[in-house]
């Protein structure tokens, strides 16, 4: 039986496109890590003027969406700007708050939703008894603790927002290692607020302290 062998110049074509379709794959994925990251720091400077008291403060001239509140996770160095409203195009750039559910500094349950490759990474590295903070636009801080984490269904599943204690919800796709994003499953991490809010106040040196 007689093998076809490709030619010298078959195989540096070949071995040209692989390279390519490899440099952009990964310049694909280098430049969401790069947007997010970029969108983070117009963020800060847009929550800095919530802070300041200015309503509906957009990061940057066409955006449809605003700071809402500010979500730090100490045991993970987390500190990200949560914007108003769970859409695609709101997701690319940082977590985003479920408008049905309880407003920020509400009573009730605050859903937030991030992208499982990209702001809500870090949910799989949450344990029971982490604490989770989550700085309002009023600059008020509550503190809440990581409870339980729990795989539901989108299809059949739904979040309980009905509760007598504050609750904060992050929800986010999984497998976190999914090849494919769209499946229907959603890993789900509720923690409850412990204690009283506290009135956050800017130093000059541009951290914050509670009162």
């Known amino acids: 039986m007689n093998l076809i062998r490709p030619t010298p110049s078959t195989l540096v074509a070949l071995t040209t496109c692989l390279l390519v379709v490899g440099m952009w794959q990964l310049g694909e ?21 919530t802070l300041a008291g200015e309503t509906q ?15 730090v996770v100490p045991s993970q160095h987390i500190d990200q700007i949560v914007l108003e409203g769970a859409y695609g195009r709101t997701l690319a750039f940082g977590p985003g708050h479920v408008e049905s559910a ?31 903070e989550l700085d309002t636009p009023a600059g008020h801080r509550r503190h809440y603790r990581v409870q339980k984490a729990r795989i539901e269904d989108s299809r059949t599943a739904t979040i309980g927002i009905e509760s007598d204690q504050p609750r904060l919800i992050l929800v986010t796709c999984y497998p976190f290692e999914a090849i494919q994003a769209g499946g229907p499953l959603r890993y789900v991490v509720t923690a409850t607020m412990e204690g009283t809010e506290l009135k956050r106040r800017e130093r000059k040196d541009g951290a914050d302290d509670p009162d």
């Not at 403060?57 to 979500?71: G, V």
């Not at 009573?107 to 590295?125: E, M």
């Open 29 to 49: 994925g280098s430049w969401i890590y790069a947007k997010a990251g970029l969108a983070q720091h117009l963020l800060q400077r847009a929550w800095s003027r």
């Open 102 to 132: 309880g407003p920020i500094g509400s009573s009730g349950a605050v859903i937030l939703t991030g992208h499982r490759d990209t702001h809500f990474r870090f949910l799989k590295r949450l344990q029971p008894n982490d604490v989770i």
């Open 57 to 71: 403060s957009k990061p940057w001239p066409w955006a449809d969406t605003w700071p809402i509140a500010r979500l």
